[in-house]
């Protein structure tokens, strides 16, 4: 079994910054795709920002040049979010995953809300 915990959301003004991070424990033994998906009010789940096992990144157009995922090569089992100049549209339930022998692992999300 694998386990996702999320941390760092909150409440942050528009133009702040929060950083989220993502750990991940169990039966985790390389380094796998990770990435943030975030679900509006009344919205699907989209992709925020993933990053393949190779370190390449991907980039929801909405995010790009604002957001920068990144992980802790040396412990595999961290991603991190980095989140600047938000805007109010960023609000959502941020969520992180992990895609191992091509099943999908989520955490259970953290709210990010921005105050205009």
């Known amino acids: 079994q694998v386990q996702l915990v999320e941390s760092g959301g909150g409440l942050a003004q528009a133009g702040g910054s929060l950083r989220l991070s993502c750990a991940a424990s169990?039966?985790?033994?390389?380094?796998?795709?990770m990435g943030w998906y975030r679900q509006a009010p009344g919205k699907q789940r989209e992709l925020v920002a993933s990053?393949?096992?190779?370190?390449?990144?991907?980039y929801a157009d909405s995010v790009k040049g604002r957001f920068a995922i990144s992980r802790d090569s040396a412990r595999r089992t961290m991603v991190y979010l980095q989140m600047d100049s938000l805007k109010p549209d960023d609000i959502a339930v941020y969520y992180c995953?992990?895609?191992?022998?091509?099943?999908?692992?989520w955490g259970q999300g953290i709210q990010v809300t921005v105050s205009s």
């Open positions: 995953n992990m895609i191992i022998l091509g099943r999908d692992y």
């Open positions: 169990g039966n985790i033994f390389s380094i796998h795709p």
């Open positions: 990053m393949a096992s190779s370190g390449s990144t991907n």
